[in-house]
Nanobody
Framework: QLQACGGGLVQPGGSLRLSCVVS????????IGWFRQAPDKEREGVAC????????YYAESVKGRFTIFADNAKNTVFLQMNNLRPEDTAVYSC?????????????????WGQGTEVTVSS
């Protein structure tokens, strides 16, 4: 089971940290990905991390602004979002891939959690 939390309302240029708390299985061999979906848009992969070695991969739209990292001891993956823009407004969800490859293709992920809403607005 995965549970995303930490969303909220933030002004442009602000920061938020999202958490993905994992229960029922242990991080360390899974890839965890963050995805987002804005109203009337398709779901978009944002960032992912191979929890076995910490390798990461980012979508071009967030590179340099977002950082994904894991605390395996707490079974939690974080998404630090800085310099937020109105176009980052979306529902953010986390997912787990059993195979453990770096990918932002949603269909590769077998386990999904509920999302958390992020709104960037002045």
């Amino acid at each position: 089971q995965l549970q995303a939390c930490g969303g909220g309302l933030v002004q442009p240029g602000g920061s938020l940290r999202l958490s993905c708390v994992v229960s029922g299985f242990t991080l360390g061999r899974y890839t965890i990905g963050w995805f987002r979906q804005a109203p009337d848009k398709e779901r978009e992969g944002v960032a992912c991390i191979m929890t076995s070695d910490g390798s990461t991969y980012y979508a071009e739209s967030v590179k340099g602004r977002f950082t994904i990292f894991a605390d395996n001891a707490k079974n939690t993956v974080f998404l630090q979002m800085n310099n937020l823009r109105p176009e980052d407004t979306a529902v953010y969800s986390c997912a787990a891939d059993d195979v453990g490859l770096l990918t932002l293709i949603a269909a590769e992920y077998e386990h999904w959690g509920q999302g958390t809403e992020v709104t960037v607005s002045s």
